[in-house]
């Protein structure tokens, strides 16, 4: 069974910082791209950062660009987002996704259509 497992969320101050992981398994998503996506109370999900199958290109959304970082460990099978300078409308739940149909693609979907692999989603709260 194919599992995205996200941890990491939860409370903190605004200017704080958080970080989320994402850990996989049940096949491996080593050749495959993933992201961060975010859904806020009465909002739509929205895309948040995505990141290739190697690490080497990264997209974000202009709301979190150089605040947020995503990163991945393909030998851990985990992706991360490194987040600073936390706002309170970064307040939302925070899903992790995967791309399982295309393979050593340099560019990163940051649709959330082209995903077919889901996490639970972690709470993050930022309190002002």
């Known amino acids: 069974q194919v599992q995205l497992v996200e941890s990491g969320g939860g409370l903190v101050q605004a200017g704080g910082s958080l970080r989320l992981s994402c850990a996989t398994s049940?096949?491996?998503?080593?050749?495959?791209?993933m992201s961060w996506f975010r859904q806020a109370p009465g909002k739509e999900r929205e895309f948040v950062a995505a990141?290739?199958?190697?690490?080497?290109?990264?997209y974000y959304a202009d709301s979190v660009k150089d605040r947020f970082t995503i990163s991945r460990e393909n030998t851990k099978k985990t992706m991360y987002l490194q987040m600073n300078s936390l706002k309170p409308e970064d307040t939302a739940v925070y899903y992790c996704?995967?791309?399982?149909?295309?393979?050593?693609?340099?560019?990163?979907?940051?649709?959330?259509?082209?995903?077919?692999?889901w996490g639970q989603g972690t709470q993050v709260t930022v309190s002002s």
């Open positions: 996704a995967a791309d399982s149909s295309g393979s050593m693609l340099y560019n990163p979907p940051t649709s959330s259509l082209a995903y077919d692999y």
């Open positions: 049940g096949r491996t998503f080593s050749r495959n791209a």
């Open positions: 990141i290739n199958w190697s690490g080497g290109n990264t």
